[in-house]
């Protein structure tokens, strides 16, 4: 670059009118030797490409990537985590279920067995048991016959007041 | 957004968003941190974030606008005025890191330093990073005309204070 368009370009770049290229094509310039009275300009375009070298630190990577791999989830992955609680949630619900029905099997069985072996026995046994009812069933209809005392009487007085009105008229 | 595409074209802007943040704030340890809070956000926000064309220019920018949080938060807590002039940034550099910088590339970083905000966000995009005037605009978050006076106004300051420490050998 000759001293004129280096004096062009610098004046450019004062005004902000140089393109991204120009401005490379002076910090390229300004690595080289300079002429004492660009001295300090030359510092100026140095010291913007020696900020590029300034860096994070190696680590900084490894520690960014395991600060989000232990964040919560997103949004799809948290919905995969809603479905498997609902899914958790009806696997105790049919578990409970299955082990209530087991014991009430248990608890009630519905299988009548026979508590007799001998048919003679279960015979007298059966009687027994009819004559039981059957004599309860008699005591019963003797007090209830008690009821119909009331009954009667009720029928007599209704007769009477019937026969009553039928005088009145 | 998987991991993959995350590694891809997320993590690689890391140091240029480090270095904005570190023009901001003037610390490195909290330029990483800021860096670190703007992948976390991304990866967190990465459904939205599918449709984003310039990755690049969108990480800068959060990375802008969570260090301009963090230094408002510091300015409220801090209870000292704003200090003004030169060497108030500097001093915010550890040992180690102004061993880095050598003499000249400090008085450079000075005049940058001593830069308002604006202005030195958008020299360091264009200047630093190379970044095109539709970039800077999106990043900063300002349109073309106030870009280009930022630019204007700190590429002038600058000269005129290397014209000053040529004429009169003051570093």
């Known amino acids: 670059m000759d001293s004129l368009e280096l004096t062009n370009l610098l004046e450019k770049y004062w005004s902000c009118e140089t393109s991204l290229e120009e401005e490379q094509k002076l910090k390229d310039y300004f690595r080289g030797e300079v002429p004492e009275a660009l001295k300090e300009t030359a510092e100026l375009f140095r010291y913007f490409e020696q900020q590029q070298n300034m860096t994070v630190k190696q680590s900084f990577d490894a520690e960014v990537k395991k600060k989000i791999v232990t964040k919560p989830a997103g949004r799809s992955a948290s919905m995969y985590f809603n479905l498997a609680r609902i899914a958790a949630g009806l696997v105790v619900v049919v578990a409970a279920g299955y082990f209530v029905r087991e014991e009430v099997r248990k608890a009630y069985p519905t299988q009548n067995e026979d508590t007799f072996s001998d048919p003679k026995l279960a015979l007298e046994e059966t009687k027994k048991a009819l004559m039981m009812i059957s004599n309860s069933f008699n005591k019963a209809h003797k007090e209830a016959g008690k009821i119909n005392l009331f009954n009667e009487a009720e029928e007599k007085i209704q007769g009477k007041r019937v026969g009553e009105k039928k005088v009145n008229i | ?171």
């Open chain 2, 1 to 171: 957004m998987n991991i993959e595409s995350f590694e891809n074209r997320v993590l690689p802007t890391k140091n240029k968003l480090f270095r904005f943040a570190f023009r901001l704030l003037g610390s490195q340890e909290e330029a990483r941190d800021v860096v670190q809070d703007v992948m976390i956000k991304v990866w967190n926000g990465r459904e939205q974030m599918a449709s984003i064309e310039n990755m690049e220019a969108w990480c800068m920018r959060i990375t802008k606008n969570l260090s301009l949080d963090r230094l408002r938060s510091k300015q409220r807590k801090s209870t000292d005025p704003i200090e003004e002039g030169f060497e108030v940034r500097q001093e915010t550099l550890t040992p180690y890191e102004r061993t880095e910088l050598n003499e000249n590339m400090q008085r450079i970083n000075q005049l940058m330093t001593a830069l308002p905000d604006k202005q030195r966000q958008v020299m360091h995009l264009r200047d630093v990073e190379g970044y095109s005037y539709n970039e800077i605009c999106e990043i900063m978050e300002l349109d073309m005309s106030q870009v280009k006076v930022n630019l204007f106004r700190a590429r002038n300051a600058v000269r005129e204070r290397l014209v000053k420490l040529n004429a009169y050998g003051l570093s």
